[in-house]
DNA sequence: TAGATTGTTAATCGATTAACAATC
DNA sequence: TAGATTGTTAATCGATTAACAATC
């Protein structure tokens, strides 16, 4: 993924920044749901274990947002951080591979709940295109790059074997998807204009096991 | 998560170069199915997108795994990094929370097969304790610390909802799990020796879609 | 040997933090 | 006003990279 890009007055924002806004907006949330009204830098610091200056830091990127001697008034932070990580419209996303994993991405609320619609569905099993998940109608992997490019999504969700991640993956490039949620564990080649995360429990796994004794 | 644990005569490994370890044996792991015998630090930075240099710096924390002129055999460079992770023995996994994604957890063959066993199946929910789930019968929360402390699992899978989440693992902590596997969308707090790691695809999601111009 | 590639050092680059003037 | 907390600057810290001697 690109290290970062233009952004107030044409300084850049790296990209390490920009991973943290989302958890920012994840204990904005949890703490207006607690019924706060305004937060500091030193109390979302505390919740998400890092250092207040990080977060004043971080935010200073895109703009003033508090009210020295008061904070950060919460809904407004969260509005302005929904917008700048373009969270103001509903995003359209396609699933590719609706097998154990596929099939409970699908049915997992968080995603239509958090403003992203699975519509579209993708399976390369003649046993499963066809089959109806959440009202969304399992399509074949022929039909992938026409519908993709017909409906305008922007967003895939991976979910196929490793052997054919790869070529899945350049027909969702070719069909016009710029952002690429990688379930398959290996590293995806895609044009620089195509973002890339990937979400891999084992190597997380085997990272934690490095600090286990057996 | 500590940032660093002591090695190599005492000296320190950065915990970033921990995390890539596994991708390292990922590639490893993937040259090898190749049929290819030796490999470069070159062409595992192609493959992974990282640099050379960077590679060999990993390594070296470690250890003096190649040869000059020649690169490093690929079987053998595999074998001492899963010795370094603490891959060489199978690990006991308790998995908590038996909804969809629990579910397809305890369905997804890779962890198995990298040497992850999911041995312990919990829920809270009378429906689905006694169940059984590939073999492993699903037991509730009550007997939850005792079971885990009983089989001497110390790694564990939490997939409860993120209202239940701080104080499962709270009691997976009192079990006396070191490694937690966290999808519930909330940062956990536990104690320094306690390791974590997060999986958000929302947070994932979030972050691309800064980088996609509606 | 000549060519290739390691392991390591030093230089560079970038991210985090400490500190504080500004100000609510 | 006094106390609190921001936004920002400069210092620190750490990670990445370039370069190269060593050597297979």
Known sequence: MA??????????????????????????????????????SQELATRLGFSSAQIRKDLSHFGEFGKQGTGYNIAFLREQLKAILNLDIEWQVALVGVGDLGHALAHYGRFSQK????????????AKIGMEINGVVVQSHDEMVESIKKAGIRIAILAVPVKVAQETADKLVKAGVRAILNYAPITLSVPPEVKVQNIDPIAHLQKMTYYCQR
Do not use: C, H, W
């Not at 907006?25 to 019924?35: I, V």
């Not at 403003?115 to 003649?126: H, S």
């Open 3 to 40: 290290d970062s890009i233009s952004m107030k007055n044409g300084k850049i924002v790296p990209d390490i920044v920009v991973s943290r806004l989302p958890l920012y907006l994840r204990s904005l949330a949890r703490l207006q749901e607690e019924g706060k009204e305004v937060t500091s």
């Open 115 to 126: 403003g992203f619609r699975i519509t579209a569905l993708f399976d390369n099993d003649p």
